[in-house]
């Protein structure tokens, strides 16, 4: 075992764990996508390649690498060429503090929350770079309408996470798991509800989710690609895998985001009814939860139109931040009320 | 706007969202409704108006055009052209070569129903493809004929959403290479 605390042995680890596991997820979660998407309008969804369209990913991977990548006269090439790398490597950074399981986790950094949300601001930045770099006023105002639209959502999410850490009083995630051991009604989004620290935790919980869809730009907030009305938005001049490593993240920011709402509100590799727990039963426990959450985040886009511009801000302002405003308010007064009593 | 009718609005769009999702799971979790197509085909309905084609009589095993060319002349757009000869021991003429200009052809039906003998009707073929011109511009519908002829005791057109049957090119007998050229 203490071959496996070597320094160089973790990080090559690391790297091929978390590369094959953000490779697997991007490419399955795109058929994940397409064929619920199929479901939801009665249809099968790819099913030519393969039994049951499993080789899809493959196909899709070889055109995107078969296609040239080019690079539109006028850009701004390297904000143009970096943009696709600084996009992916964010998410990928933040997925070494995610603990899997108890053991598994890449380095268990005791800030580790606060590190996921310093690095989860760069993703804007990439598509900012993206988006004005490719000459193409498309891009432009979708790069424009990504910043505007992160800073609004960046506040209530950034609200709500307080609300937790009041709680857990900790930004170590395999520590805020940790306290929710026990059962599901010791998980974040019920404790505070019978304790009485924070009734309000559901509400918290579906405030955190809407803001992750915004912040990964997900349908009904896809702002940045918004397909039917700005081309592919900041990804207009993009194409071959330059864009698909745009696809990439984005399928790794939703992991990222959902993988962070596992940890926070249900318990991580905890298990349920607390049996089955363990180092083997721990991160399927957690796989579990995460894949029922991204499932949430496909069905969401496939029931939702995208919203307005306007109708998006001001569900920010004036609903998300003030519910998420109000909820950090109660919960400090009353984990403050608890103490002292 | 009162903050009775704000939060009213709220919640109520909140559940409104819940509804549509509500709505979509229950149509995820329904059986597909499409018919896959190249693998399934539907029926194609009994009055559906393909290119027209000769009648087979089953009594005779042969055609029963008399190339009277009634149909030629009923033509509006001249699509038709008909040629007919008289075989030996008959009393009348036979078809010997029925062109169709499908490219021209506006099914608008007339020669079907001017035609005295029940001769022609609409073929039920939809996916008739080809590469080259020729086999809309001149469609040899009594080659077709002696291919259907062939495929005589082939079974019965499959039912709705059933195995496909073969390839479209089957429908419709390209008229032989030589006789194009």
């Known amino acids: ?341 | 706007m009162s903050p009775k009718a704000t939060v009213r609005e709220v919640l109520g769009g909140f559940w409104s969202l819940l509804v549509g999702m509500r709505i979509t799971l229950g149509q995820f979790l329904k059986p597909i409704i499409t018919v896959q197509y190249p693998h399934q085909t539907l029926k194609v309905p009994p009055r559906f108006r393909g290119h027209i084609e000769l009648v087979l009589d089953p009594e005779t095993g042969l055609s029963r055009c008399t190339a009277c060319k009634l149909c030629e002349r009923a033509c509006p757009s001249e699509s038709i052209a008909v040629d007919g000869a008289k075989l030996e021991g008959q009393k009348t003429k036979s078809v010997t070569d029925y062109r169709l200009n499908f490219t021209t052809c506006s099914l608008c039906g007339s020669c079907v129903e001017v035609c005295p003998f029940d001769a022609i009707q609409f073929s039920k073929a939809y996916n008739v493809v080809s590469y080259r011109r020729e086999q809309f511009s001149q469609m040899d519908l009594v080659a077709q004929l002696e291919a259907k002829k062939q495929q005589w005791h082939r079974p019965a057109p499959p039912p709705a959403a059933s195995p496909a049957p073969a390839p479209a090119a089957a429908d419709g007998p390209l008229p032989a290479e030589g006789k194009a050229s």
Do not use: H
């Open chain 1, 1 to 341: 075992m203490n071959f496996l605390n070597l320094e160089p042995v973790r990080l090559l680890l690391y790297l091929v764990g978390i590369c094959g596991f953000v490779g697997f997820n991007a490419a399955y979660l795109v058929l994940a996508e397409r064929k619920i998407a199929g479901r939801v309008q009665r249809r099968p969804g790819p099913n030519e390649a393969g039994v049951g369209g499993w080789m899809q990913p493959f196909a899709d991977v070889g055109k995107l690498f078969a296609k040239q990548v080019m690079i539109p006269p006028g850009v701004d090439v390297l904000l143009y060429c970096a943009a696709p790398l600084m996009v992916m490597a964010p998410p990928l950074i933040c997925l070494v503090t995610v603990p899997f399981g108890e053991a598994l986790v890449a380095r268990n950094i005791n800030l580790g929350l606060l590190l996921v949300f310093s690095l989860g601001s760069i993703n804007v930045m990439a598509l900012l770079f993206g988006g004005w770099a490719s000459r193409n006023k498309y891009a432009v105002i979708s790069a424009a309408r990504v910043v505007s639209q992160n800073v609004a959502y960046e506040i209530p999410m950034l609200l709500v996470v307080i609300t937790i850490l009041m709680a857990t009083g900790t930004m170590d995630l395999n520590e805020i798991i940790r306290q929710q051991a026990g059962g599901f009604w010791n998980w974040n989004i019920l404790k505070g509800v019978w304790t009485l620290t924070n009734p309000l935790m559901p509400v918290t919980f579906v405030i955190f989710f809407i803001c992750m869809l915004a912040e990964t730009n997900r349908a009904p907030f896809d702002m940045a690609e918004a397909e039917s009305e700005l081309v592919a938005g900041a990804f207009t001049e993009y194409g071959g895998m330059g864009f698909g490593v745009f696809f990439m993240a984005e399928y790794t920011n939703i992991v990222l985001g959902c993988s962070l709402a596992t940890v926070l509100f249900f318990g991580g590799w905890q298990s349920p009814i607390g049996v089955l727990s363990g180092p083997i039963w721990g991160p399927v426990w957690f796989l579990v939860k995460l894949y029922a959450l991204i499932f949430m985040v496909i069905w969401v886009r496939w029931t939702f139109p995208r919203t307005q511009f306007y109708g998006l801000l001001n569900l920010s302002w004036k609903i998300l931040i003030p519910i998420s405003l109000f909820t950090l308010l109660l919960s400090g007064a009353l984990i403050t009320l608890t103490r002292v009593l």
